[in-house]
């Protein structure tokens, strides 16, 4: 598509022409899940109606279709990302799943006592709690990344903190809180550089930006189907092949073995090793046709898109004296998730004013309680875009944010 029509693109979108509480539904929760075109919809209809079975399984001609189908969805996933080859793309129940995969089968086998493992204090709890774990069992130790005061990593912070102890570094490449995008190829280098490997966070970036396993030298990425057009119950774990070969598997069972004897087993080469029991073939359509879909439209012209409504809502927000917004406020330096707070008022109640416009927005502490606490803040109130929302409803929103103190008795 050459040119991008974003009123063109709503009409794909069914779901957000729904009126909420007598207003047109606008939808700012992104960040959290994102709507599916028709196109993803028919797909996943088609394979249901023509295709399913259990693949892997047997050798009728839909159990054939259906492992064609889950195969050909792989193989969309190692072109989107880059990957050398489709058995470095191993399918999960999404990123969470696949952080822990991580975690239990590479750092609870790699590291030792003594360790380190670094991790930024803007991850989304998914990409903390695992870590505990391991740093826990292990009596390694667990080191934070600090943020500047315009949100973003300095790398003196990042050479200061990577040291010869450090065996697993683990950052997200966008924040779903701040917004803030992260030099992780750089991250990757320092990693690399005192042989620890690097997991990128990639659920807030990959429905956005283009992302290049190789390029970024990430030695793991995950991220999930659910925030980029795609059914949830599914995502994606990218390891490179000599890594993963060497990692004993997560969960064990059907489909991921080789030979099983009385007392032992033997167990199947990747993706498989990883991939135990019946995989969700539905969602991995899915997510192949909201790749086919991002694609024909082109990252960089939604990334683009998404610039624009960031500086238009930033630049709207800035003149409100009473709100303040947490996040780098150079657009070159974020995406389009912006948390702010609105003086003397809980973000619980804002979410439920705003609501009463028909804007959907998202209050709380957005699965990232450590930053909160390094923000001194309770909770934030976030709003988060994706290719089909529009000026128009940010103009909806800054209408419904004013509302807001009023509602509460403040005046204005
Ligand atoms: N990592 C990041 C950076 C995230 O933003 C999220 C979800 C996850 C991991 C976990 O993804 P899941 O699909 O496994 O749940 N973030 C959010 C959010 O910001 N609001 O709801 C979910």
């Given at each position: ?7 063109e693109?709503?009409?794909?979108f ?11 539904l ?24 023509k ?18 189908a889950?195969e ?20 999960t ?30 991850e ?20 934070y ?19 010869e ?44 930006l283009?992302v ?17 057009l ?28 080789e ?35 991002l ?12 610039l ?19 996040g ?65 409803e ?12 009023k ?6």
């Amino acid at each position: 598509m050459s040119s991008f029509n974003v009123h063109e693109i709503r009409k794909d979108f069914v779901t957000l022409s729904q009126v909420v509480n007598g207003r047109p539904l606008v939808y700012f929760d992104n960040a959290a899940t994102t709507h599916k075109p028709s196109a993803v919809l028919e797909q996943v209809r088609l394979y249901n109606e023509k295709m399913h079975a259990n693949p892997n399984r047997g050798a009728h001609t839909l159990g054939v279709l259906a492992t064609q189908a889950y195969e050909d969805a792989r193989e969309k996933v190692r072109a989107f990302i880059n990957a050398k080859e489709a058995q470095e793309v191993i399918f999960t129940k999404n990123a969470t799943e696949a952080l822990n995969l991580i975690a239990y089968s590479y750092g609870m086998s790699q590291i030792e006592v003594g360790d380190e493992i670094v991790i930024c204090i803007s991850e989304h709890h998914s990409n903390i709690l695992p870590w505990q774990q391991v740093a826990q069992a292990k009596k390694a130790t667990l080191k934070y990344l600090y943020l500047t005061p315009d949100y973003r990593l300095d790398m003196t912070e990042v050479e200061a903190k990577i040291t010869e102890k450090t065996k697993l570094v683990s950052i997200a490449q966008m924040s779903n809180v701040l917004g803030t995008i992260y030099p992780v190829k750089e991250i990757a280098e320092y990693a690399h550089k005192v042989g620890a490997v690097i997991v990128v966070d990639a659920a807030q970036s990959v429905p956005h930006l283009t992302v290049d396993v190789q390029e970024l030298d990430a030695d793991f990425l995950v991220f999930s189907g659910h925030k980029m057009l795609a059914p949830m119950g599914i995502g994606v774990l990218y390891g490179k092949r000599n890594l993963l070969e060497k990692m004993p598997p997560f969960l064990t069972g059907g489909d991921m073995i080789e030979y099983v004897e009385e007392q032992s087993a033997t167990f199947a080469e990747l993706p498989n090793k990883f991939e135990a029991g019946t995989p969700n073939v539905e969602g991995a359509v899915g997510l192949a046709a909201a790749i086919d879909y991002l694609t024909a439209i082109g990252l960089e012209i939604v990334h683009q898109h998404e610039l624009e409504l960031t500086a238009y809502a930033l630049e709207k927000l800035k003149e409100i004296p009473y709100i303040k917004v947490y996040g780098p406020d150079n657009v070159k330096q974020r995406g389009g998730v912006i948390s702010f707070s609105v003086a003397n008022c809980h973000p619980h109640d804002v979410a439920s004013i705003v609501d009463t416009y028909g804007v959907a927005l998202r209050a709380g502490h957005h699965c990232a309680q450590p930053l909160m606490k390094y923000l001194q803040v309770p909770a934030t109130s976030r709003i988060s875009f994706y290719l089909y929302n529009t000026l128009e409803e940010i103009d909806v929103f800054i209408e419904s944010i004013k509302s807001v103190r009023k509602w509460l008795g403040y005046g204005s």
